[in-house]
Structures are given as C-alpha cells and as structure tokens.
C-alpha cells in the first residue's frame, strides 16, 4: 500500500515511516514547507520544518530507500494557522495552532496531496490510533497515555479518518527511541518539535506578534474580582486564563488570571478558587462519532492537553454550539482552547472553548 508520510525530521516521524515499510507498505516521505521565501535559511532550531529538519528527514529517507518531497504549503499555512494565532490572540484567548495545523494542513491540504500522489493513505508520527468500532473508523487514544495526542486531533476531518495511519499508535516513547537509535537514525538525538514551531526566534511569540503590529502588548489594567484597579499588565497577550506566574503583583497569596477582557485592555485575578469552573459553552464542533447532539449527553471531557478526562454533560445550545457542564469544578477553562469529548479511549468530537458561564 502507497502511503505519503508526513516527516518532520523529528525522532517520532522517522521511526513512523521505518514502520511502514518494515510492514511492507511503499511509503512516500514527505515534508512540509511552512516558512516564506524570506525565511528560508534562518534555521530556528524548534522549527519542525526548518531546513535542518528537511536534512534530517531526508537522510531518514534515504536511510529507509524509499522516495522523498519537500511539499510547499507556506501560503496555506500563513493563512490558515499564522492568521488564527495572531487573530486569537488580539481578541484576548489563547490559541492552539497544532490543532489547527493538523486538521488544516496535515490531514487537510497535506493529505489532498497525498491523493495527487496515488497514495491510499496519509501518516504522521502522532501518538494516536485508528479503531474500528461498529464498522466505522474512530479515532482513539494512544496506548501511551503519557505521550497520546488525540486530543490535538478531533478537529481531523470526519471523512479522511478510513485513509489516515498512526504507526506509533501501539508504541511507547521509549521503544520508539530505542528504534531510531538501534538505526542510528540522523533524528536519534534531535529535540521534539515545539509548540508555535513558526514563532520560536528570539523573543519567542510575543516579539513575533509585535513585529506583525498585533496591537496585543498594550499596557492596561489589572483587576481584582470586585473590579478593582490592583496593577497594570504588560499587554494581554502575555497572559493565559490560568496564568499564576509571571503576573507582576506582590501579592501576599498567590493569585491566577480569570478573564482577559481586550475590549477595554484589561485583565482580571484572584485566587484558585475563583479560577474553578463547571460550565463553558463550545462552538466550532467537530464530532467524530456523532452526527449532531438531539439532547443532552454524557462524556468524558478534557480542557487541555495535559488535563484529566472529567465527567461531563454536553447538551446542544444551537446549530454549533454547545454547554458543558461537569460533574467537578475544573481548573481556568480557557477561551481559544479546545474541549475534546471522549467515550472511553474513542474520541467522539470536540470544539473551541467560547466563554465561561459559571
């Protein structure tokens, strides 16, 4: 079977296209070009497409015996991910643009070229799995919990999940870098790819913001809950729903960012408990297992990526909107995040965080 491999020149991609053609498939690797002309050369070493990852994939390629392209998708990219970054941002949320990068352009545009090239399917090294369940594909948990991404990736079309291949999906991490290792792989020693792979030169998101001319780093006021001036802060964009560190107030108990209001340029703190919440409404679904909520339903739900699965009903508010109330309060939902719902391991849909309720 002809399968395009996305590689990013990292360990897990590599090791993703070995697998493929240990089993037998004919995979084709392929990387893809996300920085402009201008940028090229400039070699961010967090960058997952920069040029020392396109050297570190091919020597992969080359290692493996099997055809390698480098896939320009640079406009696609700047206006798919980099646009919704800095958007998200001047309106006060926290974006996540892996979410956006895989359901955009992995499995989006990456995967219409996969087809051009005549392959049956499209892999990546994500940790994930594809099951079936009730003769349908379903997108699942990896058996590394530690490592699995699904969460990053309910927002993958519903219809490309029958041409979609996740060969780490069975594997932890370590026997992973055991693989490379063992094939003394160039990727063996290489970093993981970072998030906002694009905004990783000095002075990291906020000077790339600046330089586009967000308007994000304003200063303006800090507030407490009762409304109360108490600081001023550094522009909005340097602070998370969440956020306990980094706030600049010499506060006598530690306090945590509830709300970033960029209409009038100001954010509100207090403390933990005042940070917990159990209701937030969902917009821009993506549903995987479901074709549309009729009425109210149970899942599991997670916030973030690194957070715990919590029990949860999710009950239709509208044509794209939903309320998701848990059974426990939950730590800083925050606005731009997603809300990924789970029935056991499978991933039944998922959407962006809009606003907190309660």
Avoid at 177 to 197: L, P, W, Y
Avoid at 282 to 296: A, R, S
Avoid at 315 to 328: N, R, S
Wanted: contains cysteine; neutral net charge; charged residues 25%.
């Amino acid at each position: 079977m002809r399968v395009v491999v996305a590689m990013s020149g990292g360990v897990d991609s590599s090791v993703a296209a070995f697998e493929l053609k240990r089993k037998g498939h004919d995979p084709i690797g392929v990387t893809i070009k996300t920085w402009p002309k201008e940028e090229c050369g400039i070699g961010w070493d967090k960058l997952c497409c920069s040029l020392e990852a396109v050297q570190y994939a091919r020597s992969v390629a080359e290692e493996l015996e099997i055809p390698f392209y480098v896939i320009d998708l640079s406009e696609e990219f700047s206006r798919e991910v980099k646009s919704y970054f800095v958007e998200e941002y001047a309106r006060g949320r926290t974006p996540n643009p892996c979410i956006y990068c895989n359901s955009k352009i992995k499995f989006g545009y990456l995967f219409r070229k996969a087809q051009e090239l005549g392959a049956e399917k499209i892999a990546t090294g994500h940790y994930a799995r594809i099951v079936e369940a009730g003769g349908n594909c379903c997108l699942a948990e990896a058996r590394d919990k530690w490592r699995d991404q699904s969460y990053f990736l309910y927002d993958i079309p519903k219809e490309t999940l029958p041409f979609i291949e996740f060969p780490l999906g069975e594997f932890d991490g370590k026997k992973v870098k055991e693989i490379a290792e063992d094939r003394n792989f160039m990727s063996a020693g290489r970093r993981s790819s970072q998030d906002v792979c694009f905004a990783t030169a000095e002075g990291g998101y906020r000077e790339y913001l600046n330089r586009l001319g967000a308007g994000a780093f304003l200063s303006g006021d800090i507030l407490n809950a009762s409304g109360k001036v108490i600081g001023r802060h550094k522009g909005i964009a340097s602070y998370t729903v969440g956020q306990r560190r980094g706030i600049g107030l010499g506060m006598p108990e530690p306090v945590y960012v509830l709300k970033i209001d960029p209409e009038n340029n100001a954010i509100t703190v207090g403390g933990k408990l005042e940070a917990m919440n159990r209701k937030i409404r969902i917009t821009g679904l993506n549903w995987l297992t479901e074709e549309k909520l009729n009425g109210p339903k149970s899942f599991e739900a997670k916030i973030r990526y690194n957070s715990k699965k919590a029990g949860a009903v999710v009950t239709p508010c509208g044509d794209d909107d939903v309320i998701v109330q848990f059974e426990k309060p939950q730590f800083a939902p925050t606005p731009g995040q997603a809300a990924v719902f789970y029935n056991g391991e499978t991933v039944a849909g998922g959407g962006w965080i809009e606003e907190v309720l309660e």
